[in-house]
């Protein structure tokens, strides 16, 4: 038999494991020297350590997998030794970041649709923020749809209370879809101060660590430069603009990052974005200015699978965590 090459190796784990077919995990992590990788972690090795985002795990004796193999990078062999060596940086902040959760959309035949799902999947994603701990949720555009009944308004009510008691406070921008009874509870909500409307002004989070700002989607090429980012921040503070829009490149005819990068009159360091409903394609990446500086851009994807031939849609909500001035964006799976 073919003795099996192994090595040591060194990685910080950048996500959840998710499990394969066969039981094991599959793990994305980064190497000592920031190289992205995956790791395929054997069911026999489950009971070795908890693997934790943001941790750093020491492992001896993992098989190199070729890059032609199409095998994960890494993967463990037979006396592979695992040993958690680095904690997880406490994030200066961490928000949720959650959209299209559509509450109230009717039923077509035309679609995949997660209708009987869409309150659970909206309450799933309160559970993961108060989880998690986040200090907010962001929520980036149709948060309701063209109709939702009182009960279920009444459910999201109790439940944003809920997280404003434990602290957690919603900042919104509104979408494309709307309904009378929606507008009213996000009226109700702004003026009880449990919920956020952004706007080209900073919200503060984290004691300055993060400015947070907003545009609805009616805004236009047009009109950018009215409701661009604006006013004034710390200096230091990261720079998240939320907008329910598809940009170019992801969106042929929509307005370009170029655009929205020269409207502002803050530095952006980041979009967070809503409209598309795929999460495919939900990360644009990182997009450098004409200064060489990166920026980058995502999607959270709709909460349940509302697009047209979204079968096996997963959905999700994202933690982005912000320590030091970096931003971690983590996928956290919803019931499906």
């Known amino acids: 038999m073919e003795k099996v090459e192994t090595t040591d190796i060194t990685v910080r784990v950048l996500g959840p494991p998710k499990f394969d077919r066969h039981g094991n995990h599959e793990i994305p992590v980064e190497d000592a020297d920031e190289r992205l990788s995956d790791l395929r972690v054997w069911s026999k090795h489950h009971g070795q350590v908890e693997w934790r985002v943001g941790s750093t795990y020491e492992l001896e004796g993992v098989k190199r997998n070729p890059v032609e193999a199409n095998k994960a990078r890494h993967e463990t062999a037979a006396n592979t030794q695992i040993s958690r060596v680095g904690h997880p940086q406490t994030p200066e902040v961490s928000l949720l970041h959650v959209s299209d959760t559509h509450l109230g959309r009717p039923l077509t035949d035309k679609e995949h649709m997660g209708n009987a799902n869409q309150l659970e999947r909206f309450l799933d994603a309160i559970n993961l923020a108060v989880t ?168 959270a994807g709709a909460t349940t699978s509302i697009a047209r031939n979204s079968e096996g849609y997963e959905p999700a909500a994202w933690l982005l965590q912000i320590t030091g001035g970096t931003l971690e964006r983590y996928r956290l799976p919803l019931r499906p």
């Open 132 to 299: 998690s701990r986040v200090d907010a949720i962001l929520l980036t555009g149709d948060i309701f749809d063209d109709d939702i009944d009182e009960a279920t308004i009444q459910i999201v009510e109790e439940h944003v209370e809920l997280l404003a008691d434990a602290g957690i406070l919603v900042y919104y921008v509104r979408g494309h879809h709307g309904c009378d009874r929606g507008d009213a509870f996000l009226r109700s909500q702004t003026k009880a101060g449990r919920m956020i409307h952004l706007s080209n002004e900073p919200q503060l989070l984290g004691e300055g660590t993060l400015a947070l700002y907003g545009m609805d989607a009616d805004a236009s090429a047009d009109g950018l430069l009215e409701v661009a980012p604006a006013g004034d921040a710390p200096r230091n503070a990261y720079q998240i603009l939320a907008w329910h829009e598809a940009v170019d490149p992801i969106a042929r005819d929509g307005i370009s990052i170029g655009q929205l990068v020269e409207a502002s009159e803050v530095k952006l360091d980041a979009l967070a974005l809503g409209d598309l409903h795929k999460n495919k394609r939900a990360y644009i990446g990182d997009v450098y200015k004409a200064s060489g500086e990166r920026f980058r851009a995502f999607y």
